[in-house]
């Protein structure tokens, strides 16, 4: 009885991060900063386009965080982080050379290879560019692999867009169709003005049956979006989006972000519309 | 790493028994820890000094003279974070039953024919008055939420404060529920974190620390109607800490709603 | 494995010789209930109910403690963190089939990949004596629908029926049946007992009478159909949201994560304690955004979790029937009554 009762070593315990060293950070905007981290165990990670990590600042929490960079084998991540609570608060009081506990990747993600030989329709809306840079990347990347690419990407202000480096790079170069908008432009802004929606007027025709849109955004903007993906002649099925809800563990247990039968933190936060309808508690 | 400077702290009293600063006296084996972050400038409990510069500032009491308004917005001005310290400076607390008799009525049965000597009005919560930070509830406070409010302060992030009711913790300690015993007890919309500090030496909860913030109040009238008490009991067990949330009799106070 | 027999005049030796096992829970009395509560020393062997009907709180508590270190750390930065796993030998005795079944099921939760170390390792670490029952111990409870009248296959160590003046004694694994040869406590059961315990099994098969009007088998589905009802609206009129329902359940597990600081404000440990879906901020995100906000929401994600969710993902049962959560409601919410209600609102919502 005695041995089958021994303690178990402790190391196996699934809460217990990686070291995550901040290489370099980025003021992007007011409130969103970008982070590239490295391990510090000189291992890489291996993670599909929509996954996340649990990112810890002991003493404070941890919080899931989107990844933005190119996914596969990788030796480091990029985050883009918005200052929103505690977590986030305090990752951005952080400098380069600082470490962070790093959980994960977790979720589903998505495999582009499912969408090889399709035509590739990317809607991100705010920080929705954060987890939809990775699909883009990764397909950009593997450009030969897919048909047309388009990129439709909104945001509140001129001064509130991301990743400025690549949307200029994705706007020059001629094997993929971006276009921007902004709610609210500024005296400088020479661009669209309008909500996200009126950008899919702008864009070339895709063929609706050989599409696969991933729409990744705030709720109100994935509504409105979907509506217009459908009214192309896409079927839900051909449609993604990220779900956000509060992943507290990654494993599929603390319940936080159940919807229904189904943990987002393992079985999302990548849905097709169709499983999204299906679940009917998902937006 | 580098000596952080140490956060001044202050206390204030307004209209209560004091029986809160008391409470973080009575945090005897973590005081020096607490002071070795803090440094307490201004603490009528404890030491003579008085600093107006300050850190975190800690009132304690209900707002009950038109008068105290100006040192509350000196305190409000002089400190970064505010904390409503105690059941009277969060919800009004006990003082708030005055509110019921009339304010008038309850200065002549306080000091009889010299009422006209003594400045009061209606009780009202701290935040009538200034912004308030935090809410260390209670009557008195607990010395764990004391603790959490200033490691959280000076660790930086948001202490805390439960916002579920006192049944969650009575569950936890597996105290049989009151309900069973055959008395009642305003735990299912009380706000937890004393640790069903009553119930768990028999007593009823009162909902010193106030209630939840979306308390199911229709909920609490059946089952407390069910259980034989008439609308009026009800009231009195609910104004004795939170007179300040009746929202369907008001107490002599208006403009309570609106802090 | 033959079964055994525990005379009654052993069972102070039985439980002392456990003691020298690990820690024992047994239940005992809390007026005016009971609870499973660990014994300090012999002289608490007195104080064990086995007549005892219910406990206020599952024994899923030593499995998954309400409170529990997971991490260990001495500031923001996270490479001296140390992960803790507390799994002391423990001894659960006097468990009763629906919570053999309760625990069962929590296991099957957390060992799903990926598996929760700690949770897996007390259970390794805990060796359980099973108590069989004839009767309901109160209306609430419909454990002949849910199918946990008798115990689950592998789950006690040893079972014990209580014959009279012994215990009738089954051994349901090879460290039970360790433990039979290592206390001294235990005969052979002869011709005289088999026919008490087959009695016993009588008694319980004219006692349990199903509390549900459909088989078990139709409740996901059921669940499904009233999905829309106004039912969940009509019960949630009455709810607290206190989250008693979902603490005293032996199936619900959800948790929430913390750091608890220490007094230096650097170092401290992160925490994981007992959470409810049916607390208000359960499902809100950073940002304020809620997703279950409205309480009839909360208490239908309950309801589902319990007779649909939990069984599609484990396929252990989500509810064990122990009646636990009605008792202790203080507005009275029956989830017996709310599964009787749904064979009529979901033949109402089929026909409209």
């Given at each position: 009885?005695t041995?089958?009762?021994?303690?178990?070593?402790?190391e196996?315990?699934?809460?217990?991060?990686?070291v995550?060293?901040?290489?370099?950070?980025?003021?992007?905007?007011?409130?969103d900063?970008y982070?590239?981290?490295?391990?510090a165990?000189?291992?890489?990670?291996?993670?599909?386009?929509?996954?996340?990590?649990?990112?810890?600042?002991?003493?404070i929490?941890e919080?899931?965080?989107?990844?933005?960079?190119?996914?596969?084998?990788q030796?480091?991540?990029?985050?883009?982080?918005?200052?929103?609570?505690?977590?986030?608060?305090?990752?951005?009081?952080?400098?380069?050379?600082?470490?962070?506990?790093?959980?994960?990747p977790?979720?589903?993600?998505?495999?582009m290879?499912?969408?090889?030989?399709?035509d590739?329709?990317?809607?991100?809306?705010?920080?929705?560019?954060?987890?939809?840079?990775?699909?883009?990347l990764?397909?950009?990347?593997?450009?030969?692999?897919?048909?047309r690419v388009?990129?439709l990407?909104?945001?509140?202000?001129?001064?509130?867009?991301?990743f400025?480096?690549?949307?200029?790079?994705?706007?020059?170069?001629?094997d993929?169709?971006?276009?921007?908008?902004v709610?609210?432009?500024?005296?400088n802004?020479?661009?669209?003005?309008?909500?996200?929606?009126?950008?899919?007027?702008?864009?070339?025709?895709?063929?609706?049956?050989?599409?696969?849109?991933?729409?990744?955004?705030?709720?109100?903007?994935?509504?409105f979006?979907?509506?217009?993906?459908?009214?192309?002649?896409?079927r839900?099925?051909?449609?993604y989006?990220?779900?956000?809800?509060?992943?507290?563990?990654?494993?599929?247990?603390?319940?936080?972000?159940?919807?229904?039968?189904?943990?987002?933190?393992?079985?999302g936060?990548?849905?097709?519309?169709?499983e999204?309808?299906?679940l009917?508690?998902?937006? | 790493?580098?000596?952080?400077?140490k956060?001044?702290?202050?206390?204030?009293?307004f209209?209560?028994?004091?029986?809160?600063?008391l409470?973080?006296?009575?945090?005897?084996?973590?005081?020096?820890?607490?002071?070795g972050?803090?440094?307490?400038?201004q603490?009528?409990?404890?030491?003579d000094?008085?600093?107006d510069?300050y850190?975190?500032?800690?009132?304690?009491?209900?707002?009950?003279r038109?008068?105290?308004r100006?040192?509350?917005?000196?305190?409000?001005?002089?400190?970064?974070?505010v904390?409503?310290?105690?059941?009277?400076?969060?919800?009004?607390?006990?003082n708030?039953?005055?509110?019921?008799?009339?304010?008038?009525?309850a200065?002549?049965?306080?000091?009889?024919?010299?009422?006209?000597?003594?400045?009061?009005?209606?009780?009202?919560?701290?935040?009538?008055?200034?912004k308030?930070?935090?809410?260390?509830?209670?009557?008195?406070?607990?010395?764990?939420?004391?603790?959490?409010?200033?490691?959280?302060?000076?660790?930086g992030?948001?202490p805390?404060?439960?916002?579920?009711?006192?049944?969650?913790?009575?569950?936890?300690?597996?105290?049989?529920?009151?309900?069973?015993?055959?008395?009642?007890?305003?735990?299912p919309?009380?706000?937890?974190?004393?640790?069903?500090?009553?119930?768990?030496?028999?007593?009823?909860?009162?909902?010193?620390?106030?209630l939840?913030?979306?308390?199911?109040?229709?909920?609490?009238?059946d089952?407390?109607?069910?259980?034989g008490?008439?609308?009026?009991?009800?009231?009195?067990?609910?104004?004795?800490?939170?007179?300040?949330?009746?929202?369907?009799?008001?107490?002599?106070?208006?403009?309570?709603?609106?802090c | 494995?033959l079964?055994?027999?525990l005379?009654?005049?052993?069972?102070?030796?039985?439980?002392?010789?456990?003691?020298?096992?690990?820690?024992?829970?047994?239940?005992?009395?809390?007026?005016?209930?009971?609870?499973?509560?660990?014994?300090v020393?012999?002289?608490?062997?007195?104080?064990?109910?086995?007549?005892y009907?219910?406990?206020?709180?599952?024994?899923?508590?030593?499995?998954?403690?309400s409170?529990?270190?997971?991490?260990?750390?001495?500031?923001?930065?996270?490479?001296?963190?140390?992960?803790?796993?507390?799994?002391?030998?423990?001894?659960?005795?006097?468990?009763?089939?629906?919570d053999?079944?309760?625990l069962q099921t929590t296991?099957?939760a957390f060992?799903?990949?990926?598996?929760?170390?700690?949770?897996?390792?007390?259970?390794?670490?805990?060796?359980?004596?099973?108590l069989?029952?004839?009767?309901?111990?109160?209306?609430?409870?419909f454990?002949?629908?849910?199918g946990?009248v008798?115990?689950?296959?592998?789950v006690?160590?040893l079972?014990?029926?209580?014959?009279?003046?012994?215990?009738?004694?089954?051994?349901?694994?090879?460290?039970?049946?360790e433990m039979?040869?290592?206390?001294d406590?235990?005969?052979?059961?002869?011709?005289?007992?088999?026919?008490?315990?087959?009695?016993?099994?009588?008694?319980?098969?004219?006692?349990?009478?199903?509390r549900?009007?459909?088989?078990?088998?139709?409740?996901?589905?059921?669940?499904?159909?009233?999905?829309?009802?106004?039912?969940?609206?009509?019960?949630?009129?009455?709810?607290?949201?206190?989250?008693?329902?979902t603490?005293?359940?032996?199936?619900?597990?959800?948790f929430?994560?913390?750091?608890?600081?220490?007094?230096?404000?650097a170092?401290?440990?992160?925490?994981?304690?007992?959470?409810?879906?049916?607390?208000?901020?359960?499902?809100?995100?950073?940002g304020?955004?809620?997703?279950?906000e409205?309480?009839?929401?909360?208490?239908?994600?309950?309801?589902?979790?319990?007779?649909?969710?939990?069984?599609?993902?484990?396929?252990?049962?989500?509810?064990?029937?122990?009646?636990?959560c009605?008792v202790?409601?203080?507005?009275?919410?029956?989830i017996?009554?709310a599964?009787?209600?749904?064979?009529?609102?979901?033949?109402?919502?089929?026909?409209?």
């Open positions: 009885m041995q089958a009762m021994a303690q178990p070593p402790a196996t315990s699934p809460y217990l991060p990686r995550g060293r901040i290489d370099e950070v980025r003021q992007f905007t007011e409130t900063k982070f590239r981290l490295s391990f165990d000189g291992q890489g990670i291996r993670f599909l386009p929509g996954q996340f990590l649990e990112v810890s600042v002991f003493g929490g919080a899931p965080i989107s990844l933005c960079s190119a996914p596969g084998d030796a480091g991540v990029e985050m883009c982080i918005r200052r929103i609570g505690d977590v986030t608060g305090a990752l951005h009081n952080l400098e380069a050379g600082a470490t962070v506990g790093l959980r994960g977790f979720g589903n993600g998505f495999d290879d499912e969408a090889a030989g399709k590739l329709l990317f809607v991100a809306g705010g920080l929705g560019l954060a987890p939809c840079r990775g699909f883009i990764d397909a950009l990347n593997r450009r030969d692999e897919f048909r388009t990129i990407y909104g945001a509140r202000t001129p001064s509130d867009l991301l400025a480096d690549d949307l200029k790079q994705w706007d020059q170069r001629d993929c169709d971006f276009h921007v908008t709610d609210r432009g500024d005296e802004w020479t661009g669209n003005t309008g909500v996200i929606t009126t950008l899919f007027k702008k864009m070339p025709k895709l063929e609706p049956a050989n599409t696969v849109a991933f729409i990744i955004g705030p709720p109100i903007m994935f509504k979006a979907v509506l217009e993906a459908l009214a192309m002649g896409l839900k099925n051909q449609i989006c990220s779900l956000e809800r509060r992943m507290k563990c990654g494993l599929g247990k603390c319940g936080h972000c159940q919807i229904r039968n189904v943990y987002v933190c393992q079985e936060p990548i849905f097709s519309y169709a999204v309808m299906r009917r508690e998902g937006i | 790493m580098a000596e952080k400077p956060l001044k702290v202050s206390f204030h009293d209209t209560s028994c004091e029986g809160c600063q409470q973080f006296l009575n945090c005897e084996d973590e005081l020096l820890d607490i002071l972050h803090v440094e307490i400038v603490f009528r409990e404890a030491i000094d008085k600093s510069e850190d975190i500032a800690f009132i304690e009491g209900a707002f009950t038109e008068s105290d100006a040192r509350l917005e000196h305190i409000r001005k002089c400190a970064k974070v904390i409503a310290f105690g059941a009277c400076a969060c919800t009004g607390g006990l708030v039953l005055k509110n019921y008799r009339g304010v008038k009525e200065m002549r049965t306080v000091y009889g024919d010299q009422a006209d000597w003594y400045e009061t009005s209606v009780a009202l919560p701290v935040e009538a008055a200034i308030v930070d935090y809410k260390i509830h209670g009557c008195p406070v607990p010395k764990q939420e004391i603790l959490e409010v200033v490691k959280s302060v000076v660790a992030r948001t805390r404060i439960p916002d579920y009711p006192v049944c969650v913790e009575c569950k936890l300690k597996e105290n049989a529920c009151l309900f069973h015993k055959g008395q009642y007890c305003l735990g919309i009380a706000r937890a974190g004393c640790g069903a500090w009553c119930p768990s030496y028999g007593g009823r909860c009162y909902a010193c620390r106030g939840i913030s979306d308390p199911n109040n229709n909920a609490a009238k089952v407390l109607e069910e259980f008490l008439t609308v009026e009991d009800i009231m009195q067990e609910f104004r004795l800490f939170n007179g300040v949330y009746d929202v369907a009799q008001p107490p002599d106070n208006a403009h309570v709603k609106s | 494995m079964p055994h027999i005379p009654k005049e052993n069972f102070d030796d039985f439980v002392a010789w456990l003691m020298t096992q690990g820690r024992v829970a047994a239940p005992v009395a809390k007026a005016p209930n009971f609870s499973f509560d660990v014994l020393d012999k002289d608490d062997i007195a104080r064990i109910r086995m007549d009907d219910v406990t206020i709180l599952p024994p899923k508590k030593y499995l998954l403690p409170y529990e270190t997971l991490l260990d750390f001495n500031g923001p930065a996270p490479e001296n963190v140390r992960a803790e796993i507390d799994a002391r030998p423990t001894v659960l005795l006097g468990v009763h089939p629906y053999l079944h309760g296991v099957a060992s799903q990949d990926p598996a929760d170390a700690s949770v897996l390792a007390r259970r390794k670490a805990t060796r359980v004596i099973g069989n029952i004839a009767s309901y111990a109160n209306d609430e409870q454990m002949a629908d849910m946990t008798d115990p689950p296959d592998g006690a160590d079972f014990l029926t209580d014959i009279g003046d012994r215990y009738f004694v089954e051994i349901g694994t090879e460290a039970g049946s039979r040869r290592a206390c406590c235990f005969r052979p059961a002869g011709p005289e007992d088999h026919r008490a315990r087959q009695e016993y099994d009588e008694r319980k098969a004219a006692n349990f009478k199903k549900l009007p459909y088989h078990v088998r139709y409740l996901p589905e059921l669940l499904e159909a009233s999905y829309d009802s106004l039912l969940w609206d009509a019960v949630a009129r009455r709810c607290f949201s206190c989250g008693t329902c603490n005293v359940c032996p199936t619900c597990y959800c929430d994560v913390h750091d608890n600081l220490n007094i230096d404000a170092s401290g440990v992160r925490e994981r304690m007992w959470d409810s879906c049916q607390l208000e901020v359960f499902a809100e995100v950073a304020g955004e809620n997703f279950r409205q309480t009839a929401s909360r208490l239908r994600h309950r309801m589902f979790r319990k007779g649909k969710y939990i069984l599609e993902r484990t396929g252990k049962p989500g509810c064990v029937g122990c009646g636990r009605s202790h409601c203080v507005a009275n919410i029956s017996l009554e599964f009787q209600q749904i064979a009529g609102e979901a033949a109402e919502m089929h026909a409209t």
